[in-house]
């Protein structure tokens, strides 16, 4: 592996950050983007130096390198400077200059109106000029900025059709092919299905996901006015289908395998390709090795499903070869077993391997991998002190802090909630670590933000509880419980089993029909607690989500939770809310009431 020669360079590109030009650096991003390779302290180290050097660049050519690696790293204040000084040059920049920005901004989720519009009038200047991958980039990063450019985007989907009739590169067509379908039209070239077709069986599973995608979107969006045209496209996803499959059995190599299916997602892989691709993994799973296996442990959990046999295959594999296996893949091998809550043989021996494997390097971990590590172990009910130590002093939380700001808002805010979670599960499962509850302001605010609805299947679940209890007011609806849990019903029972109302009430019920008014029940902290000998009771009703998607097989979240609760003193019942829907849309009131009874 590469990876030790990559951490040595980026130790003297550490040590020699003062001396780096925005030139050098860009090329090091480059370079290191090209080979999956991230490390914190040189983002750290780079956004500090380049917005030292924010000022020195006055050229176009030095502004937009500084700009493409910069914006992205940069908080608010940063990133207006950059904004400023990109809206004074504009059009000054070159073809590639204006790409390389818009391409940045869509990056930043920049919502700078003026600069949106300046950019986008230099580029109709400069659309000629453009290649066909170049003009697939443009339309995405216009699209993703949402600029308001309608002749644009018609000049665009013109070019982009040239390109497409010309184009025999099966990648270049797939890409235009997506894009193109992205853009607001109401009619399909006739000629786009053909060249599709031509080029299915030099694709690979990549492309034939993009070609899936538009195609579907083609399908579902024109068949009310273009029935013809549907019929072609439908028939074309037909041979798509059959070309995607005919790969996966005849693949006989699992690298190339899961490099050709490292971005493909979605609903056509989950309802044409799931099965056949699990099939195609069990066929190879003698190739799994040490190199692969943190690679496949991850592609199998974003599957959702849950495959036995290749488990225990990543478990045999990591514990023969724990040693060569990179300090940081410990954390995307283990992921799978802690999200679909299963223990293969020798489960214990595999988590202390992979942390014992992970221990000497604790501190030079990303912070924000070391949070999802934690978190993924928390799953597990699994917490090695040392690791929890770390996660939550004071030195690695303002480090965290630091590279938060660099990240992307959807991972910033996925990383803020997963340290609000192993806070919560550290504070409950192990109270003698003495780790402090910080995030209290942090879930106010999530419950701020909230929109808690309740729909008519649980409007009718809460007037049969209602019933069955004595009353509304034996029962809450949408109830927060301490450390914020969120929990559909609530009751409490004396020490015979009887329920008993709640007085003061904080949640105002649901009306008869169920119209409202409602609200979740905030505030928690005066709650009345049971009697003596008596219980509080909440009922969960679990969704498809808290499920492995091939299996009933409850997940790890969904287990982790009903731990907690379980820790707080509730007693908790976890009903699979299609079993209790067929009962409640049952037309016989006998039948309704039935299953909340038993």
Avoid at 10 to 30: P, R, V
Avoid at 528 to 554: D, M, Q, T, W
Avoid at 575 to 588: A, G, H, P
Avoid at 590 to 597: D, E, L, N
Wanted: proline share 5%; with cysteine; glycine share 4%.
């Amino acid at each position: 592996s590469y990876r030790p020669l990559l951490e040595k360079c980026n130790a003297i590109f550490l040590q020699s950050i003062k001396g780096l030009d925005a030139d050098n650096i860009s090329i090091i991003l480059g370079v290191y983007q090209s080979l999956h390779f991230n490390n914190c302290d040189f983002r750290l180290a780079v956004k500090w130096r380049l917005t030292e050097l924010i000022n020195t660049q006055t050229d176009p050519t030095g502004f937009v390198r500084l700009f493409a690696v910069l914006g992205p790293l940069s908080g608010t204040v940063v990133r207006k400077r950059l904004e400023s000084a990109a809206l004074l040059m504009v059009e000054e920049f070159s073809p590639s200059q204006t790409l390389a920005i818009i391409e940045t901004m869509a990056e930043m989720e920049c919502r700078n109106p003026q600069l949106i519009q300046q950019v986008a009038s230099t580029l109709s200047k400069h659309l000629d000029m453009y290649k066909p991958l170049d003009a697939a980039k443009t339309t995405q990063a216009l699209l993703t900025l949402h600029c308001q450019k309608p002749e644009l985007y018609a000049e665009l989907r013109q070019m982009l059709i040239r390109y497409l009739h010309v184009s025999v590169v099966p990648y270049e067509i797939s890409m235009l092919t997506r894009v193109l379908s992205q853009l607001p039209s109401p009619r399909t070239d006739h000629l786009i299905p053909a060249r599709i077709d031509d080029v299915l069986p030099q694709c690979n599973l990549s492309d034939l996901n993009a070609f899936a995608i538009a195609i579907t979107k083609w399908v579902r969006n024109g068949s009310s006015y273009q029935p013809s045209t549907a019929a072609v496209h439908v028939k074309l996803l037909q041979k798509l289908n059959m070309c995607g499959l005919e790969r996966l059995q005849k693949a006989n190599d699992l690298d190339l395998l899961l490099e050709e299916l490292k971005y493909v997602g979605g609903e056509w892989f989950e309802e044409v390709l799931a099965e056949e691709t699990m099939a195609s993994f069990e066929r190879l799973k003698g190739q799994i090795t040490w190199s692969n296996v943190a690679e496949l442990a991850l592609f199998l959990t974003k599957t959702n499903c849950l495959h036995i046999g290749l488990l225990d295959q990543i478990a045999s594999v990591t514990l023969q070869h724990i040693n060569k296996i990179h300090f940081s893949a410990t954390y995307a091998i283990l992921l799978p077993f802690n999200v679909f809550n299963y223990d293969p043989p020798q489960a214990e021996d595999l988590f202390e391997s992979c942390v014992q494997r992970s221990r000497p390097h604790f501190n030079t971990f990303d912070p924000h991998l070391l949070v999802l590590f934690g978190y993924s172990l928390a799953l597990a009910s699994y917490f090695p002190e040392d690791l929890i130590k770390t996660i939550f002093s004071v030195n690695f939380l303002a480090k965290l802090d630091s590279q938060l700001d660099t990240l992307s808002d959807v991972l910033n805010m996925r990383i803020r909630l997963r340290l609000m979670e192993l806070n919560r599960a550290v504070c409950l499962e192990c109270p003698e670590f003495q780790t402090t509850w910080f995030h209290d302001r942090y879930c106010q605010q999530l419950l701020n933000k909230g929109n808690v609805s309740i729909g008519p299947v649980q409007q009718q679940i809460h007037e049969i509880l209602g019933q069955l209890l004595g009353g509304s007011n034996y029962v809450k609806a949408a109830v927060f419980t301490p450390y914020y849990y969120f929990t559909d019903f609530e009751c409490v029972l004396d020490k015979h089993r009887k329920p008993i109302p709640y007085v003061a009430q904080n949640t105002v019920f649901l009306s008869k029909n169920g119209s409202g008014p409602w609200r979740p029940d905030k505030e928690f902290h005066e709650e009345k607690y049971p009697p003596l000998g008596g219980e509080r009771v909440v009922i969960e009703f679990l969704n498809a989500k808290a499920f492995c998607k091939n299996s009933h097989h409850i997940k790890g979240e969904a287990a982790m939770k009903k731990r907690h609760l379980e820790i707080l003193g509730y007693r908790v019942i976890q009903v699979y809310f299609v079993v209790l829907r067929q009962y409640i849309i049952d037309d016989t009131e006998t039948q309704k009431s039935k299953y909340p009874k038993d």
